[in-house]
T-cell receptor, first 112, second 114 residues
Framework: QQQVKQSPQSLIVQKGGISIINCAYE??????FPWYQQFPGKGPALLIA?????SEKKEGRFTISFNKSAKQFSLHIMDSQPGDSATYFC???????????FGGGTRVLVKP | NAGVTQTPKFQVLKTGQSMTLQCAQD?????MYWYRQDPGMGLRLIYY???????DKGEVPNGYNVSRLNKREFSLRLESAAPSQTSVYFC?????????????FGPGTRLTVL
């Protein structure tokens, strides 16, 4: 049973376009939502994270939007570049400990 | 500063064989984790260690054992490998067992069980 559902599984976008990845969660105890980026053959690395007390967080070309009432959050990659081609994982964590629950991942391919 | 290192990078086992995956971190982190990554399933936590001397089960612990050898090292053992354990295994570490602490991942071990 996956507590964090991520969509789409894969995404192709042209260079300069916007990539949008969506995640939905069920457990209202989750209160920390990071996104990890993984390049082929590498381990995941933290990209950006948000707490539910804000509705949006932006770091460079990457923006997280958070909708607490809908229990959804999304990652927007603006002006997508070929170097952004990677697999992206959303995750959720709750107050007790650092046991993150990960979504299934989205493979993003940015075509030049 | 190597971060999190894992050995081996690749391994092929036959059903019933045993092996130990090694993980070490040089960031002086207290907490360490073992995940498995399967297509469409994301990363699933197998075991974690909040601090030296403690270990706890994660989401999918069956068929695995762990040892927190010291603050730096956290190993994962498969006593009797099964084809269902074919996966990519990642070790990670964080400063503390807080959800807001960044987890730093190793490069992974790709395991195939025939």
């Amino acid at each position: 049973q996956q507590q964090v559902k991520q969509s789409p599984q894969s995404l192709i976008v042209q260079k300069g376009g916007i990539s949008i990845i969506n995640c939905a969660y069920e457990n209202t105890a989750f209160d920390y939502f990071p996104w990890y980026q993984q390049f082929p053959g590498k381990g995941p690395a933290l990209l950006i994270a948000i707490r539910p007390d804000v509705s949006e967080k932006k770091e460079g070309r990457f923006t997280i939007s958070f909708n607490k009432s809908a229990k959804q959050f999304s990652l927007h990659i603006m002006d997508s570049q070929p170097g952004d081609s990677a697999t992206y994982f959303c995750a959720a964590g709750k107050a007790a400990g650092n046991k993150l629950t990960f979504g299934g991942g989205t493979r993003v391919l940015v075509k030049p | 500063n190597a971060g999190v290192t894992q050995t081996p990078k690749f391994q092929v086992l036959k059903t019933g064989q045993s092996m130990t995956l090694q993980c070490a971190q040089d960031m002086n982190h207290n907490s360490m984790y073992w995940y498995r990554q399967d297509p469409g399933m994301g990363l699933r936590l197998i075991y974690y260690s909040a601090s030296e001397g403690t270990t706890d089960k994660g989401e999918v612990p069956n068929g695995y054992n762990v040892s927190r050898l010291n603050k730096r090292e956290f190993s994962l053992r498969l006593e009797s490998a099964a084809p269902s354990q074919t996966s990519v295994y990642f070790c990670a570490s964080s400063e503390e067992i807080l959800r807001t602490d960044t987890q730093y991942f190793g490069p992974g071990t790709r395991l195939t069980v025939l």
